[in-house]
């Protein structure tokens, strides 16, 4: 634990609002000793700042078995005691990964604000986030709230609509500052879904396309047909056929229904980022300038009921992005002034 990063969890800790007599709360489990320095930094830095700050510390299984980690699953299952303490927290510091669960959704019910980190620490650091890509962020978010419909396009031949207004629209700060509210730090990007319906048109992914949890760039196009919501067809060499062996295993229909949609604001995150560090989970590549990342599988995020754990999130690079017939991003640049970074 370096003093570095313990200053740099503080600054974080005061974006999020903490303040004196405020309770943190750190999660972790025994499945990850690194991320103990972690939640010793952010306890000494909730301490600097006055706040009551405890550590929550679970096993990674429950005796139920093994298996790879799955989309939406946590070691918080069935684990009363630990959720009541984390319930009773102002804010949760998620070193675990709780997204897409139906245990964050519940803490965050009882008005417990959460912030997620788990990508490196040197990563977290250089991303710290700041109050002016946060307003960025919320600007975009509010146009987002206004549209209805939202088209993408790109040379490679990608030309898909999104009907919206069902779901909310979320503007990822870096930072949680709200109760009841969740955000990612590092990030910068704004996102929302579709009606389950109201996705058609084809995506294009284009070779430099990153696609997670794959963590690569894909070097062969990949043809992706969506009708009515859902994916009807995958085409293209090597890359598509990785692409739909890895969806087939999970033997699931509604893994290949179109999940969240939206676009990064975070300048200084880097689209080259996986050519030189592939740990933690990719945040880096999601959030990078003028990114498109488009989505399938689970919508629980946002309040659906799509709890599928086949989950991609495939960052598009120089696409042009329009919210009802106003442009918004050309060719991977964001054309409204507020939007853009200042200075």
């Known amino acids: 634990m370096s003093w570095d990063f313990i200053a740099t969890c503080r600054e974080e800790l005061k974006l999020c609002g ?4 405020e309770s943190v709360a750190i999660l972790t489990s025994d499945a990850d ?3 103990l320095g972690y939640a010793n930094a952010f306890m000494a830095a909730a301490k600097s700042l006055g706040a009551l700050p405890y550590h929550v510390r679970v096993p990674a299984s429950r005796g139920k078995g093994g298996g790879g980690w799955k989309v939406g699953t946590t070691p918080l299952e069935g684990h009363g005691p630990a959720m009541a303490a984390l319930k009773e927290a102002d804010i949760v510091v998620d070193l ?3 997204l897409f669960s139906k245990e964050q959704l519940e803490i965050q019910a009882s008005g417990t604000r959460i912030i997620l980190a788990v990508e490196p620490e040197d990563v977290l650091t250089r991303l710290l986030p700041t109050r002016e890509l946060g307003e960025r962020t919320e ?7 206004g549209a209805r419909n939202l088209r993408i396009t790109h040379e490679s031949g990608t030309d898909v609509t999104y009907e919206l207004g069902k779901y909310p629209v979320i503007a990822q700060t870096g930072y949680s500052d709200k109760p009841g509210g969740w955000d990612h730090w590092p990030s910068g990007f704004v996102f929302t879904g579709a ?6 048109g084809r995506v294009v992914l284009a070779p430099g396309t990153i696609v997670y949890p794959f963590k690569d760039y894909i070097r062969t196009p ?5 009708e009515e919501g859902m994916i009807t067809d995958i085409r293209g060499d090597l890359d598509a056929e990785l692409m739909k062996d890895y969806m087939a295993q999970f033997n699931d229909p509604n893994g290949y229904a179109i ?3 939206g676009w990064g604001l975070n300048e200084k995150a880097l689209w080259s980022c996986l050519k030189m560090d592939t740990r ?3 945040q880096e590549g999601r959030a990078f300038y003028g990114n498109v990342l488009f989505a399938t599988g689970p919508n629980q995020e946002l309040g659906g009921s799509n709890d599928s754990p086949c989950h991609l999130d495939i960052p598009m690079r120089g696409c042009s992005l329009f919210l009802d017939d106003r442009q918004v991003i050309d060719t991977g640049d964001l054309v409204i002034e507020e939007m853009r970074p200042r200075g």
């Not at 990949?222 to 969506?226: G, L, N, Y």
């Open 18 to 21: 903490v303040h004196e007599g």
């Open 33 to 35: 000793e690194e991320r």
């Open 96 to 98: 675990v990964f709780l």
């Open 139 to 145: 600007f975009a978010g509010e146009l987002l709230r």
């Open 195 to 200: 009606h389950e319906t109201g996705v058609n």
């Open 222 to 226: 990949i043809d992706i047909r969506i």
């Open 259 to 261: 999940s969240h949609i």
């Open 280 to 282: 933690g989970i990719g």
